[in-house]
Nanobody, 111 residues
Framework: VQLVESGGGLVQPGGSLRLSCTAS????????MRWYRQAPGKERELVAT????????SYAGSVKGRFTISRDNAKNTVYLQMNSLTPDDTAVYYC?????WGQGTQVTVSS
């Protein structure tokens, strides 16, 4: 199992980023997928979940209405579209499948 995140970077407050997580080594369409994040000095927190079929999603209250999780099962990829970013969104973002983590991608929101 391998999960590889991409798309992080430096963005100004109010900006947008789209993270991608490309999966391999398992049948992607069989698994729910999640995005987590961990800010410096804080615990890792669940950001968003998407069911295996892509029809049901859920979000942390802090990102609801700003972030959108989606997936393309044909491309073995899960996405996190992040809009209206604030400095509080600064963190390392991780892709997660049951028992497996990606290496993370840094998102920094700063002017």
């Amino acid at each position: 199992v391998q999960l590889v995140e991409s798309g992080g970077g430096l963005v100004q407050p109010g900006g947008s980023l789209r993270l991608s997580c490309t999966a391999s080594g398992f049948t992607f369409s069989n698994y729910d997928m999640r995005w987590y994040r961990q800010a410096p000095g804080k615990e890792r927190e669940l950001v968003a979940t998407i069911r295996s079929s892509g029809d049901i999603t859920s979000y942390a209250g802090s990102v609801k209405g700003r972030f959108t999780i989606s997936r393309d099962n044909a491309k073995n990829t899960v996405y996190l579209q992040m809009n209206s970013l604030t400095p509080d969104d600064t963190a390392v973002y991780y892709c997660y499948r049951l028992f497996y983590w990606g290496q993370g991608t840094q998102v920094t929101v700063s002017s």
